[in-house]
T-cell receptor, first 117, second 112 residues
Framework: GAVVSQHPSRVICKSGTSVKIECRSL??????MFWYRQFPKKSLMLMAT?????????EQGVEKDKFLINHASLTLSTLTVTSAHPEDSSFYIC?????????????FGDGTRLSIL | SQQGEEDPQALSIQEGENATMNCSYK?????LQWYRQNSGRGLVHLIL?????REKHSGRLRVTLDTSKKSSSLLITASRAADTASYFC????????????FGTGTRLTIIP
């Protein structure tokens, strides 16, 4: 089946640090990748949608200068949390979809737990 | 809101029993999907059901969709301890928006 690899799985760093999270589709080309944020025992909140070679589309309320997304190839998207603060601590999950059709399932990475001290 | 609402929020059953989770929504959908999330992990896609479909099966899973009632259910038969996880419904609306919107989730615990 389709595999999405997300790295790192856990990050603990000091306030003010910038953190980069990678999301790779290992065995398929991901036209579209999605970045979600999940708070404890809550649902997933979509942060942004990225299409290869174009700028990401951010959801309302998500700061694009804070959460930088790059989708440079059909197999790699990165999320950089710039100048992270304790309130940015959360579980970040990426997903990828193989085609352009919305009736294709999304394949998820295992998430990155970010803890800002 | 395009988000699905799941019921119950939490469910505990004995191993071997069947588990049923429900999802209600308010918008017109293109399709509805069910995902499982083990604690601290990513999501695993279970089943996608299109708006013109009423029922789909996959192994011990059965999903139904009633677009007139704007609801879907996920049935897990003969539950196992390994089925313990959170289950989310997610939908794609018909309004030109291809974003997958997740429901609130049901936390399922299977008691050995």
């Amino acid at each position: 089946g389709a595999v999405v690899s997300q790295h790192p799985s856990r990050v603990i760093c000091k306030s003010g640090t910038s953190v980069k999270i990678e999301c790779r589709s290992l065995d398929f080309q991901a036209t579209t990748m999605f970045w979600y944020r999940q708070f404890p025992k809550k649902s997933l909140m979509l942060m942004a949608t990225s299409n290869e070679g174009s700028k990401a589309t951010y959801e309302q309320g998500v700061e694009k200068d804070k959460f930088l997304i790059n989708h440079a190839s059909l197999t790699l998207s990165t999320l950089t949390v710039t100048s992270a603060h304790p309130e940015d601590s959360s579980f970040y999950i990426c997903s990828a979809r193989a085609g352009d059709l919305s009736n294709q399932p999304q394949h998820f990475g295992d998430g990155t737990r970010l803890s800002i001290l | 809101s395009q988000q699905g609402e799941e019921d119950p929020q939490a469910l505990s059953i004995q191993e071997g029993e069947n588990a049923t989770m429900n999802c209600s929504y308010k918008t017109s959908i293109n399709n509805l999907q069910w995902y499982r999330q083990n604690s601290g992990r990513g999501l695993v896609h279970l089943i996608l059901i299109r708006s013109n479909e009423r029922e789909k099966h996959s192994g011990r899973l059965r999903v139904t969709l009633d677009t007139s009632k704007k609801s879907s259910s996920l049935l897990i038969t003969a539950s196992r301890a390994a089925d313990t996880a959170s289950y989310f419904c997610a939908l794609i609306s018909n309004f030109g928006n291809e974003k997958l919107t997740f429901g609130t989730g049901t936390r399922l615990t299977i008691i050995p």
